[in-house]
């Protein structure tokens, strides 16, 4: 049994690959801004094509190493065997041509604290082999794990406490530009106007920006719902998907440098979400509490959709979990024991069949048969409701 086992095949009919891209547009009076991505999308594949790297650059794998503190022996270890890992991704692989007028429907995707645009490559890749679009935003705020700057430089992740509130408010303002800057830049590479490359120039009338979705985990999600809850992005995103959102830094404000909770204060969002939780998450009260305010209050909770999938932890949601699912299943002490894999597929279920309902966009092209969530894996959540717990399963099953 190897440490880290490879990843699992993907639920969708599509072959996927996946490209960087760094793009920016210079304002009036102003240093050029820039965005870098990772695209993962359907792919037209050839003999020559390989899979792509989980981590393409050994400074990443040192830095999930040292964010942990881990002894310098088994950091070497550690870091070769994550080096070594392969996604069932090929890498910069020509776009399939979609068969839709439309295009393929696009996803911007905003990651967690301690993250970054490789660390969600299962939950990517498996949208974009369902006929998505997924760009993958690495966030260089000082929230991110490691990140590659402009040049070549690295953004290393800023370790002040958790609850440093006006440090969030302040990397939550880079991110909405972030989020922003790769909108347009979605947009760009469907007017055909990013030619840096053979493979950006293929995504040229290829993308369907009337059906933009924003996605984020953790940290991502309070990023996409404080997006999401500004009048001028409902004419950008049809819809949102907020995995484990940690919800707690839209409503801490500051007035006159003191930091409090104020009554009202959760963001009021525009666009319909479906929020899928953890059960780790929860069981944590303060922000379990936000969530269902925030869907509660929102201005689309009748078209909204929230879920606790039984018997996992806020690391399910990303790889960190399926890479370590064979160290993980000796760790008796975690009551969060769902197979990683399950997770990634009931996730795939939950926002596919969610953006078809809300964006009216089928595939291109007949999927596989995505596996039915039970009442086991899932428990519904109905934000009208008083106790906001409602045991069924029938907007999974239909």
Known sequence: MSLFPDFPKLTGPYNVACHDLEWGMKKRGQTKSTVLLKLFYPAHITKHDQFANWLPHEAYSKALCDINELPSFVKLYLCYAA???????????????????????????????????????????????????????????????????????????????????????????????????????????????????????QFAGQLDLDAVTLAGHSFGGATAALILSDPAARAKFRCGLLLDPWVQPLIMRRTNGAVFVGDGDMPRLKAPVACILSEEFTYWPDNFDSVKELVACSDKKDKSLCLTLVGTAHLHQSDILLVLRNVMKFDFRSPFQMDPIRVISLNTEVCARFIQDVCKRKPAVQTKKLPTATKKHTTTMDPTSPSFLMHSIAALAQ
């Open 83 to 201: 080096m070594q890992l392969k996604i069932p991704v090929y890498a910069d692989a020509q776009l399939k041509k979609s068969s839709a007028s439309s295009g393929y429907p696009v996803i911007i995707f905003s990651h967690g604290i301690r993250g970054n645009r490789h660390l969600y490559s299962s939950v990517c890749s498996d949208l974009a082999s369902h006929g998505y679009v997924v760009a993958a935003i690495e966030h260089r705020d000082g929230s991110g794990c490691l990140a590659q700057g402009p040049q070549g430089s690295w953004i290393y992740h800023d370790k002040q406490p958790m609850d440093s509130w006006s440090l969030r408010h302040e990397q939550l303002a880079v991110r909405q530009e972030e989020v922003q800057l790769c909108w347009q830049t979605m947009m760009h590479l469907n007017d055909g106007r990013i030619q840096v490359d053979p493979i950006t120039r």
